[in-house]
């Protein structure tokens, strides 16, 4: 099945505790994408990638690190996470030639910073 | 500022009628434009696309794109309860279909 998976789901952490929130796609796709979401603000583009070892920021990269050392996967890193980092996130994936719709979103990830 | 800008709502509207939602967009050279629809916590899921002014049908839906005056609308016909979610409206990041989003507008369709 195609798909688009992101873990962990959900994730409670404290102030300075770095983590990763991994993103993989079974599609063989070229682009990557990470969001983040918050009430009123919509989905904000944090990072994107349109293959591996290129990536390039989005609206809102402050505080945030991302790496596509293989095309499968692009983990979103929070080396020092602050409170202001509560959010939900969504990775997403496409391939460079197809059509409009051939978008994936992954699950989300909902995560609290303490 | 945002390249798309939308109104947040919430849009309330009744079952049966149609619900308007708007989006203007600041780059005069954007080609295409995305519709997303998202239940709450859920994904975005994509509902309509639309490169080319006038309008463009699927269902219930219409997607109307007005290059000279920069925005573009989505009509929802015969509106159900089950349309109520967040609308987002997106347009790609350049050379490739990663869309980037406005804030969305919350749509209630009340029975």
């Known amino acids: 099945e195609a798909q688009v998976t992101q873990n962990p789901r959900y994730l409670i952490t404290v102030t300075g505790k770095k983590l990763t929130v991994t993103c993989s796609q079974n599609?063989?796709?070229?682009?990557m994408s990470w969001y983040r979401q918050d009430p009123g603000l919509g989905l904000r583009q944090i990072y994107y990638?349109?293959?591996?070892?290129?990536?390039d920021k989005g609206d809102v990269p402050e505080g945030y690190k991302v790496s596509r050392k293989e095309k499968r996967n692009f983990p979103l890193i929070l080396e020092s996470p602050s409170p202001n980092q509560t959010s939900l996130y969504f990775c997403?994936?496409?391939?460079?030639?197809?059509?409009?719709?051939?978008?994936?979103f992954g699950p989300g990830t909902r995560l609290t910073v303490l | 500022q945002k390249e798309v800008e939308q109104n947040s709502g919430p849009l309330s509207v009744p079952e049966g009628a149609i619900a308007s939602l708007n989006c203007t967009y600041s780059d005069r050279g954007s080609q295409s434009f995305f519709w997303y629809r998202q239940y709450s916590g859920k994904s975005p899921e994509l509902i309509m696309f639309?490169?080319?002014?006038g309008d463009k049908e699927d269902g219930r839906f219409t997607a109307q794109l007005n290059k000279a005056s920069q925005y573009v609308s989505l009509l929802i016909r015969d509106s159900q309860p089950s349309d109520s979610a967040t609308y987002l409206c997106?347009?790609?990041?350049?050379?490739?279909?990663?869309?980037?989003f406005g804030r969305g507008t919350s749509l209630i369709v009340h029975p």
């Open positions: 997106a347009v790609p990041v350049r050379g490739s279909y990663i869309p980037t």
């Open positions: 599609m063989n796709h070229e682009y």
């Open positions: 997403a994936s496409r391939p460079a030639g197809g059509g409009a719709d051939t978008q994936y």
């Open positions: 639309i490169y080319s002014n």
């Open positions: 990638s349109m293959n591996v070892e290129v990536t």
